[in-house]
Every structure is written in C-alpha cells, then in structure tokens.
C-alpha cells in the first residue's frame, strides 16, 4: 500500500546546526509529495511541496528534493532557529484532491 | 491565509456519552472537509471525507455510526463521537479546502478528546 516512513524524533540541535529529516515513502504510481509542519498550539501548515521527480521544494529556508530513484524527500536546513521547533510531518497524495498519506511526524527542539 | 478553527480544543467526557467537535473555516468556504485522528507518536490517520450537503465517505475500518459526521454548510462540519469509550480517547484534527480539486488543505489545530 501507500505510506510514509519518516525518522522518529525528538531531534534536538543547536541553533544555527544543520538540519535533515529522512523522510522514504511507498506508493503506486506518482504521488506529490510534502512537508507539513506544525508549531506548538497550532494546526498543520503546509510547508513546501514536490509534484515530480527531481523537483525541488523550497520554504523559509528549508528544501527537498523529490528523490524518485531512492523514493525519498528528505528535508533540509542550512541553519535551523529556535523558531524552527515544532513538529514535522511528511506526506503524499496520488492525486489532486486526494487524500493525504502522513508520516508519523519527527518533533524537533532547537536549543538557543 | 485561510483558518480552519476547531472547538473544543479538549475535552472530558465519561464513557458512554457522546460528544461533538466542531469544525469551521472563518474566512473561506470549504466544498470539502476532512476528518483525523492522531494517537500518540503515531501519523494522522484519515477517518472520512466530508462534502457539503453530502453523505461522509469513511475510511475502511471506521465506524460509520460511531463517528458521525455532518457537514451541513460550506463554513462547518461537525463530528459527534457517539457513546464514546476510552479507547476513543484520541486527538482529532479537521481540514478543509476551497474546492474539489484543490491540493492544499488548511488544518485546524485539533481537538483533545479524554473519556474516562
């Protein structure tokens, strides 16, 4: 079937360290594929998205790389801040107006 | 942007009664909405999809009569837990989106539910 495998949490850094989330999924066909990040207190917000392979989705500083040949979109930060804390969720769709598939979420705690 | 609001952000219930959560988008009109749940440490899992002025589509292994859901305008839907038990304890989140084939959808921040 179709789902996300994302890297459990928490992940604790140090402002200004490096950020990856290992996100793989499974799925039939070409799913879109997106980071959803969810601050304390606050509903899911979407964070950037892939449509196809080899995209690459940008936001606020952090990147993905739509991956086809490691079925992967692993989520990046130069330089992450404390603001950056909350919880991040990778998911796809198969289709436009579909459902959303979501992994299980990696917390996250910046360190100041 | 648009905002998808949830109410109550908790609540308490003893077992066998039933409680509602409501979901409503305050600044756009949702043709669809969807309803999750979210055990701890674990993904949001689809229960139903929601259009307006419709039956709800559940998911497989959701219970149609358990977990109702109407969604009677285009700015609220609503999910009414009936005769909850603990094991109905669980955070439920809503989402919405402006149109059938929209690709994004706007989350509301969840509702803690808690039956004793």
């Known amino acids: 079937g179709n789902s996300v495998t994302q890297m459990e949490g928490p992940v604790t850094l140090s402002e200004e360290a490096f950020l990856t989330i290992n996100c793989t999924y499974t799925?039939?066909?070409?799913?879109?594929l997106f980071w959803y990040v969810q601050y304390p207190g606050e509903g899911l917000q979407l964070l950037l998205k892939a449509t196809k392979a080899d995209d690459k989705g940008s936001n606020k500083g952090f990147e993905a790389t739509y991956r086809k040949e490691t079925t992967s979109f692993h989520l990046e930060k130069g330089s992450v801040q404390v603001s950056d804390s909350a919880v991040y969720f990778c998911a796809l769709s198969l289709a436009r107006g579909d459902k959303i598939i979501f992994g299980k979420g990696t917390r996250l705690h910046i360190l100041p | 942007g648009a905002v998808v609001s949830q109410h109550p952000s908790w609540v308490i219930c003893k077992s066998g009664t039933s409680v509602k959560i409501e979901c409503r988008s305050l600044d756009f009109q949702a043709t669809t909405m969807f309803w999750y749940r979210q055990f701890p440490k674990q993904s949001l899992m689809l229960m139903a999809t929601?259009?307006?002025?419709?039956?709800?589509?559940?998911e497989q292994g959701v219970e149609k009569d358990k977990f109702l859901i109407n969604h009677a305008s285009l700015t609220l839907s609503t999910l009414t837990v009936t005769s909850a038990h603990p094991e109905d304890s669980s955070f439920y989140i809503c989402?919405?989106?402006?149109?059938?084939?929209?690709?994004?959808?706007?989350f509301g921040p969840g509702t803690r539910l808690t039956v004793t």
């Open positions: 799925a039939t066909g070409y799913p879109s």
């Open positions: 929601s259009n307006e002025g419709s039956k709800a589509t559940y």
């Open positions: 989402s919405a989106r402006d149109s059938p084939l929209a690709a994004k959808q706007y």
